[in-house]
């Protein structure tokens, strides 16, 4: 069985910083995508970020040159580093790995 446990959320004022961290444990026969998704109340669940094990990010329009994503692979961690924090990144975060093990979510609340 696999585990995510998401550390990282909390309150920050427009314009701040936070970041995520992600780490997976348990069995895991190979770890290709990790990545971040989002879903702010009454909306769906929207992509972040997903990284390869081979390093190639992929980022959501609207967090791109604002969040990075990296991964330590020796550890199964998977980073997200958000700065220029805005009112819309409030949301639950879910980290994921191989879209197919989610973790449980962690709020990111952002006040204007």
């Known amino acids: 069985q696999v585990q995510l446990v998401e550390s990282g959320g909390g309150l920050v004022q427009a314009g701040g910083s936070l970041r995520l961290s992600c780490a997976a444990s348990g069995t895991i026969f190979s770890i290709n995508i990790m990545g971040w998704y989002r879903q702010a109340p009454g909306k769906q669940r929207e992509l972040v970020a997903t990284i390869t094990s081979g390093g190639t990010t992929n980022y959501a329009d609207s967090v791109k040159d604002r969040f990075t994503i990296s991964r330590d692979n020796a550890k199964n961690t998977v980073y997200l580093q958000m700065n220029s924090l805005k009112p819309e990144d409030t949301a639950v975060y879910y980290c994921?790995?191989?879209?197919?093990?989610w973790g449980q979510g962690t709020l990111v609340t952002v006040s204007s």
């Open positions: 994921t790995v191989n879209w197919r093990h």
